[in-house]
């Protein structure tokens, strides 16, 4: 099939059909899928897409496809959020290095993106195999995170990479998935079954509330010109992202990136940017994402 084809038809739809039976679901007990490091590269807000690298991008195509589902096995969990980054072939990581790829167009998310999974839980996506950085085998990096702000921190591997010792594959269970060949480059299939208990049941079977909007409170002081106290309340515990961005949107910093508890948490901004300068003056937002809730609250910088 042709590469437009293949994007006509559809990427799910053109996996559903011929690899199911490399499903990493099928002759393995269900257990729900191994966390393993973020590490240093993972960034905010990487964009909606499915085709991550450019066409010119040097490497081997590669096209991974994958269901997010419920500890079950069999729940498939509809519009979680499939955010996956990775090194070009030559192990650079966008962003955070200056990477010599095949980047024409200058995307500051090159080889990033998000992806939401469809009614059967299913995300795929098309992109160039990893190059090796260090010592560490080629990997994608995945957060998965479910609408009810479950969240999932992983990579997955690939059987036959010399790198994968039999160490590393006692380590990382379930993670090191097969690749096969296909017409327009290797293919993949990475299920992945999030732990949804804590949301499902609670320990004794009693159903536990479905979270509630957070509340962002307004920063104080604000304006501001040293630091700002920004406070906020959840009504469970869950992953919490707290960013900062101008006016016109673009994020200046992260504050909060983490799983947190229930009830209230403060956090101070010092007018600081993710590159720890100083901001310029004028207006910013405060922006929290909890639960599949976003909550944005208007403060002033003044120097
Ligand atoms: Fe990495």
Redesign the pocket.
Known sequence: MKRRQFIKTGLVGTFAAGMTSMSLLKGRDCDTTNPDIL?P?WSEDHPYRIILANSDEPGTRIFISGTVKANDCETPIQNGVVDVW??NDNGC?TVFQECDTGNSDDDPYNLRGKMLTNENGEYAFESIW?GY?AT?PK?F?YKITTPNGLELVT?CYFEGDPQVTEQWEADHPGQIIPLGEGENGLIGIFDIVMDEEEIQAGINGETVPLPEKPVLRQAYPNPFNNSTRIEFSISGPGHVSIGIYDIKGKWITSIVENHLSNGTHSFNWKGIDATGNPVSSGSYLVVLKYAGFTASKKIVFLK
Request: proline content about 9%; charged content about 10%.
């Open positions: 590490g590269y990775h090194a990581y990893p950085y560490r990997h990096h990579q």
